[in-house]
């Protein structure tokens, strides 16, 4: 039980890294869009990629824990 409540503290702790890095993408995406750097349609693409990769990247880390869990359950 030990083990396993350290591993969700972890896998949250990725989880939040990863949602760290969307929120600081979309913002550097949003000041490009401001200073004309890129289109309002770029910007829109950009922003759907990013959650995209967010997405499965959280996927994976939640794919990862359930295999782990199951790992520290056999034995």
């Not at 997405?55 to 794919?63: G, M, P, Q, T």
């Amino acid at each position: 039980a030990e083990q396993q409540a350290g591993l969700a503290a972890k896998a949250e702790e990725f989880r939040v890294a990863v949602r760290g890095t969307r929120r600081e993408s979309n913002e550097l995406l949003k000041e490009l869009n401001d200073g004309k750097d890129i289109t309002d349609d770029e910007l829109k693409k950009a922003l759907e990629r990013v959650q995209k990769e967010t997405d499965l990247a959280i996927a994976k880390i939640d794919e990862i824990q359930a295999a782990k869990e199951k790992d520290v359950m056999s034995v």
